[in-house]
């Protein structure tokens, strides 16, 4: 459930007026939603109470520091790809003892600034990956915390690209070398075994492939404490999926309800979780006007002013979000099946096809469930300045990220003498 919402026929952000949003600070922007952020973190807390655990958002679908403060605020843990990751955390007053960092092609240089700020836990994706922490490590006469990520073949049933725990995908230690691994890391030095972890995708809308990699993973924890190996954590990943049409992805409840059964037996063994789209995703929305509308007899065009360089993932995935007029019409405006498409020279720049919208020149949309993987994976592509990026507060609207300039297009650009 999120916070945005029609009254009197017009849609506000919490008590914020889209419409005053968007007259004073312009379009397109990302306007999010601090209510609804708070209360997608705790529907993960409150779900996972009785038992130890650490939601770690995942800082890549919303890297905002205003957005990680606020979860920074109620305790959040994080969970960080790059060592620019982490230093926004620590910008927005994350806590780096509650910061684990995954992803395939850490650095010594991204490995030695984490260590730096003591973080909780390296999710180790190879044995060279390893290899290289431990010496690092070392160098710097410490000692750092890892799990090592396990890819248990399972098949998340979600979009190929952002499937990720299949053997042939690129992430993990397939969980058959996991146990030799392991024991790899025990005989390093400036090495502290600490957990295992997995992720197998991202926007699952079913909850067994979740259960199935989390009975292989156990099994590997029982053979490692047989071995004489105790863990200390275990994190499930991030992707639990979300609305964006008609999925019914598990609510967080009923999620973790499930895996805090498959855990009874391990009362010692701390949870991680890491979600990223199930926290942002439907606490943003993207405003954007429309420009112009181009009919033809058998086809609608409407041209907003945001395009797949504000918001990819319906141009890169086919990925569906709902777009919605801010003020729907009660006039005689005609209703016309309209592809909502963006000023980018790229055919496939488009925000949503075959739309069902009663709208003229100037009116503004919404595209819904923008929060996650918008803003973040956006880019200066035509040389368009990145969108501003506003944060409703109750009845308070904040700017979290002023619209880029045109100078700053070229920001670290150089003419030849
Ligand atoms: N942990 C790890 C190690 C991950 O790789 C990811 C996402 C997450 C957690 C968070 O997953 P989530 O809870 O958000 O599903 N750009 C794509 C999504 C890519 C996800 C990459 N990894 C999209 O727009 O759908």
């Known amino acids: 459930m999120d916070f945005f919402h029609y009254k009197e026929q017009h849609l506000f952000a919490e008590d914020v007026s889209i419409t005053d949003i968007a007259n004073q600070y312009g379009t397109p922007c990302y306007v999010y939603s601090r209510k609804t952020l708070e209360r997608h973190y705790h529907a993960f807390t409150d779900a996972a109470a009785g038992h130890p655990h650490l939601v770690c958002y995942a800082v890549k679908a919303n890297s905002n520091i205003a957005v990680l403060n606020v979860l920074a605020r109620l305790g959040a843990g994080f969970d960080i790809v790059s060592k620019g990751e982490l230093a926004r955390v620590l ?56 799990s090592i990520r396990v890819n248990p073949d399972i098949d998340a049933k979600t979009h190929p690209y952002i499937s990720t725990g299949l053997k042939e995908n690129k992430f993990g230690i397939d969980i058959k070398q996991a146990f030799d691994v392991y024991q790899l890391a025990f005989a390093l030095p400036g090495i502290e075994v600490v957990g295992v972890d997995f992720h197998i995708g991202s926007q699952l809308t079913e909850i067994e492939p979740f259960l199935a990699a989390l009975d292989k993973v156990l099994a590997l924890v029982e053979r490692l404490k047989t071995a004489g190996i105790q863990l200390h954590h275990l994190d499930i ?24 059964t498959k855990l009874h037996a391990y009362p010692e063994l701390e949870l991680v979780f890491e979600p990223g789209r199930a926290i942002a995703a439907n606490a943003g929305i993207l405003v954007t006007k429309v420009e112009y509308l181009k009919c033809s007899q058998d086809k609608h065009f409407a041209i907003v002013d945001a395009g797949m360089n504000d918001m990819l993932r319906p141009s890169l995935y086919q990925a569906w979000q709902s777009i919605i007029a801010v003020s729907p019409r009660d006039d005689d405006t005609p209703i016309h099946n309209y592809d909502v498409v963006g000023p980018v020279c790229e055919t496939g720049d488009f925000l949503g096809k075959n739309r069902l919208l009663a709208i003229q020149e100037g009116d503004l949309l919404a595209q819904r469930s923008a929060g996650a993987y918008g803003f973040t994976m956006s880019s200066n592509y035509n040389s368009r300045p990145r969108v501003a990026e506003l944060m409703v507060d109750g009845d308070q609207c904040y700017l979290v990220r002023q619209r880029e300039s045109q100078s700053s297009l070229w920001q670290g650009e150089h003419l030849l003498p």
């Open 91 to 146: 910008e927005a007053k994350g806590d780096p003892s509650k910061v684990v960092f995954s992803g395939v092609a850490k650095t010594a240089d991204e490995i030695a600034f984490a260590l730096s700020h003591n973080i909780k836990c390296f999710n180790v994706e190879s044995s060279a990956e390893l290899k290289r922490i431990s010496q690092v490590a070392t160098q710097m006469n410490t000692t750092a915390r890892i």
């Open 237 to 260: 990943g991030g992707g639990l999926g979300v609305p964006y049409d008609s999925e019914k992805p598990p609510h967080p409840s009923a999620y973790a309800a499930e895996v805090k």
